[in-house]
């Protein structure tokens, strides 16, 4: 196993509680309208409004578009976005899910929000600079994310979906809040917490979804705790009781989630590439944190990007590819 990179493995009962969590919200919007088939026109509906088209069809590092029906291994991006008042917005948070249903696996690869690497302008890509990763979209939006992703781990990007942080607290607030076990006392944003079990409104969902500097685990402990509130707003949405209020679960959903995943396409997912989920392994890359001009970054070698890459082209049974070189100065 390569020591460059810190693997977590799950094949069992985690299997569900991840792939829940991944497609968080739109599974949501799907498995209402199975289940009740009088509100699928407004689950459609709503879908429907959350599909961003991106400018291109088809990634520049694949030669053809990937077809569900023929079950071609894909990859997803996956993005929080940090978007306050006065604020164009950061991605607090960034996935990359490569899923492969022959081999029944899927990869999960979580990138530091401070890593430093080229930041790639999709409409000219020589206008490029080194900054930190979820810089990215705040200078061009989920388009340069997307390419500037593509360019670290040198893999096609093939869909994406992007949840406004602000919008966990209307969501939560919609299926009447969330119980959790707090961990750590803190307060931000003028939310103060205490440690143990307690019931949480949206704007207290929202600060301990946030809150990082007061954990001792810094961004895995923020991770952990945003993947724990979106499982635990699928298993409220899951449930009769809270359906009763799909209106405004969808209002809030519909106004907090952008995807160039069609409705079809989700439904297709879920038929198709089930059993991607048989095997999941979560790999979070190793790196080193270093100050340039005053400001910290997190440093990823390119040997480590280029054996990652390797590994996730693979997955998506492309060739390998040397990455492009990022000076770490």
Same mark, same amino acid.
Request: glycine content about 6%; proline content about 3%; overall charge negative.
């Given at each position: 196993?390569?020591?460059?990179?810190?693997?977590?493995?799950?094949?069992?009962?985690?299997?569900?509680?991840?792939?829940?969590?991944?497609?968080?919200?739109?599974?949501?919007?799907?498995?209402?309208?199975?289940?009740?088939?009088?509100?699928?026109?407004?689950?459609?509906?709503?879908?429907?409004?959350? #599909?961003?088209?991106?400018?291109?069809?088809?990634?520049?590092?694949?030669?053809?578009?990937? +077809?569900?029906?023929?079950?071609?291994?894909?990859?997803?991006?996956?993005?929080?976005?940090?978007?306050?008042?006065?604020?164009?917005?950061?991605?607090?948070?960034?996935?990359?899910?490569?899923?492969?249903?022959?081999?029944?696996?899927?990869?999960?690869?979580?990138? =530091?929000?401070?890593?430093?690497?080229?930041?790639?302008?999709?409409?000219?890509?020589?206008?490029?600079?080194?900054?930190?990763?979820?810089?990215?979209?705040?200078?061009?939006?989920?388009?340069?994310?997307?390419?500037?992703? +593509?360019?670290?781990?040198?893999? =096609?990007?093939?869909?994406?979906?992007?949840?406004?942080?602000?919008?966990?607290?209307?969501?939560?607030?919609?299926?009447?809040?969330?119980?959790?076990?707090?961990?750590?006392?803190?307060?931000?944003?003028?939310?103060?917490?205490?440690?143990?079990?307690?019931?949480?409104?949206? %704007?207290?969902?929202?600060?301990?979804?946030?809150?990082?500097?007061?954990?001792?685990?810094?961004?895995?402990?923020?991770?952990?705790?945003?993947?724990?509130?979106?499982?635990?707003?699928?298993?409220?949405?899951?449930?009769?009781?809270?359906?009763?209020?799909?209106?405004?679960?969808?209002?809030?959903?519909?106004?907090?989630?952008? %995807? #160039?995943?069609?409705?079809?396409?989700?439904?297709?997912?879920?038929?198709?590439?089930?059993?991607?989920?048989?095997?999941?392994?979560?790999?979070?890359?190793?790196?080193?944190?270093?100050?340039?001009?005053?400001?910290?970054?997190?440093?990823?070698?390119?040997?480590?990007?280029?054996?990652?890459?390797?590994?996730?082209?693979?997955?998506?049974?492309?060739?390998?590819? %040397?990455?492009?070189?990022?000076?770490?100065?």
């Amino acid at each position: 196993m390569n020591n460059t990179r810190i693997r977590k493995r799950s094949k069992k009962k985690l299997k569900k509680w991840v792939w829940f969590t991944l497609f968080s919200f739109f599974i949501l919007l799907a498995g209402s309208g199975f289940y009740f088939f009088n509100v699928y026109q407004n689950v459609a509906s709503a879908v429907d409004n959350m #599909n961003k088209p991106i400018s291109r069809e088809v990634s520049e590092k694949r030669e053809e578009k990937v +077809e569900f029906t023929k079950k071609d291994p894909i990859s997803i991006l996956m993005v929080g976005i940090d978007e306050r008042d006065g604020d164009h917005g950061r991605t607090d948070s960034m996935l990359v899910l490569t899923l492969n249903p022959e081999t029944k696996s899927t990869k999960i690869v979580s990138i =530091p929000r401070d890593t430093r690497t080229e930041l790639i302008d999709p409409e000219d890509s020589k206008n490029s600079s080194k900054d930190k990763i979820n810089h990215a979209y705040a200078f061009g939006g989920i388009e340069m994310s997307i390419a500037t992703v +593509e360019n670290f781990l040198n893999i =096609p990007i093939d869909y994406y979906v992007e949840i406004n942080m602000e919008g966990f607290k209307d969501v939560v607030d919609a299926v009447n809040g969330i119980e959790v076990n707090n961990q750590y006392e803190f307060e931000l944003d003028g939310v103060t917490l205490e440690v143990g079990p307690q019931h949480l409104n949206g %704007t207290e969902t929202l600060a301990y979804a946030r809150m990082r500097k007061q954990d001792p685990r810094g961004d895995i402990g923020r991770g952990e705790r945003q993947r724990e509130v979106i499982s635990k707003i699928i298993a409220k949405g899951k449930s009769l009781s809270t359906l009763t209020n799909y209106d405004d679960i969808l209002n809030a959903l519909e106004d907090n989630i952008k %995807t #160039n995943l069609t409705l079809s396409e989700i439904i297709d997912m879920q038929s198709s590439y089930k059993p991607a989920a048989d095997t999941i392994e979560k790999i979070e890359i190793e790196g080193t944190n270093k100050m340039i001009r005053d400001v910290w970054y997190y440093m990823v070698e390119d040997t480590t990007r280029q054996s990652l890459s390797d590994e996730l082209r693979q997955h998506l049974n492309l060739p390998p590819e %040397t990455v492009a070189e990022v000076a770490v100065n």
